[in-house]
């Protein structure tokens, strides 16, 4: 029950995570190919900080499962 969860809330933070960047013109960025960390990516800058939402919000849901 907790994998299927942490599943859940992990691919609503991933796309939250993503609509927010997309919103403040991620979106440009990824097209044009600017290099947003000094060499690095672009698609590799936004994958890790979408990962990152996405493991953000699974962790919060069993933290807060397991609270409850």
Known sequence: M???SFAWWFVIGSLM???VLMVQGGLRDLWEGTQ????TNAVVYFG???FGGGLLAG???LV???LR
């Open 2 to 4: 907790a994998l299927r």
């Open 59 to 61: 962790c919060v849901a």
């Open 48 to 50: 890790t900080t979408i």
């Open 17 to 19: 995570t993503l609509s």
């Open 64 to 66: 807060l499962n397991r």
């Open 36 to 39: 947003p960390s000094g060499g």
